[in-house]
């Protein structure tokens, strides 16, 4: 599978900048994609001002992620600010070409910056397709919470994050996306912005892939950068067979 990461320096609360940056890179992109991923409220920044740049699901981006999609035969997921019913969410939408929309409402609001103050939390995990791939799709602050991602059987094969997670935590954001790779024996994908935020936060970046058994396949840090990799489903078989550690975790429901 082949799949693209942007790292990038959002533009803070400015959803048409935010899109017109995007749009450029992925033009730029010549390689036929299956799934192109962009970070965390990657048309605002991670902002508390939800009412400032928040859309429906018939929206802007939402139109211009199914348009580019269908254009370049490829799945797009990252998450913006969406208000549905009165509330609002932080949610990662999963697009493919066919304009078929999945989406995951993050379920740890980051209350150290007031986000369970502003934002709705969902309650399901989504595990979503491509070519065969299941993807477990989860949100920045999710990272910190093993238990919500953790694999039982071999319920999916990549666990991606999208986040703005800050410079002055990536030695843990970084050391999480490593663990959650090994406990879980999948590739881990981790897309983190870069910059500085509005709020006078800085981020480094710091996006990585790593492996089932812990090598660090990608890692950028302090700069744009658009990376493609091509994911192979026998190493990810292989490393099971090998190291059948999956079949000794525990079971167990979250209520």
């Known amino acids: ?24 890179k992925i033009n730029s992109i010549t390689e036929n994609i299956d799934l192109i991923v962009l970070p965390e409220m990657f048309t605002s920044g991670f902002t508390m001002s939800p009412e400032t740049v928040a859309e429906t699901m018939q929206g802007e981006t939402i139109t211009w992620l199914k348009a580019l999609a269908k254009a370049r035969n490829c799945a797009f997921t990252g998450s913006l600010v969406i208000k ?7 949610r990662l939408v999963f697009v493919f070409p066919s304009g078929e929309i999945q989406f ?19 309650a399901k995990r989504l595990i979503a397709s491509v070519k065969g791939w299941k993807i477990n799709l989860q949100v920045c602050y999710d990272l910190r919470f093993p238990v919500w991602a953790r ?32 406990e879980n024996q999948c590739y881990t994908i981790g897309v983190n912005r ?43 078989t292989t490393a099971r067979n090998q190291f059948p550690f999956w ?9």
């Open 247 to 255: 079949k000794d975790a525990d079971f167990f429901q979250i209520q």
């Open 84 to 90: 549905e019913n009165g509330n609002f969410y932080n």
């Open 151 to 182: 694999q039982q059987g071999e319920e999916y094969d990549v666990l991606l994050y999208v986040a703005n997670w800050p410079e002055k935590r990536n030695h843990a954001w970084k050391t999480l996306l490593t663990a959650r790779a090994i």
């Open 1 to 24: 599978m082949q799949v693209t990461l942007i790292q990038a320096p959002l533009i803070w609360e400015n959803p048409k900048s935010n899109r017109d940056y995007f749009e450029a």
């Open 104 to 122: 995951y409402d993050k379920r740890h609001l980051f209350a150290f910056a007031g986000e369970d103050q502003h934002y709705t939390a969902g």
């Open 194 to 236: 870069v910059g500085i935020d509005g709020n006078n936060i800085a981020h480094s970046g710091d996006s990585l892939i790593v492996g089932p058994l812990g090598e660090v396949l990608y890692h950028c840090a302090y700069k744009e950068d658009v990376f493609t990799i091509t994911l192979q489903k026998q190493e990810l």
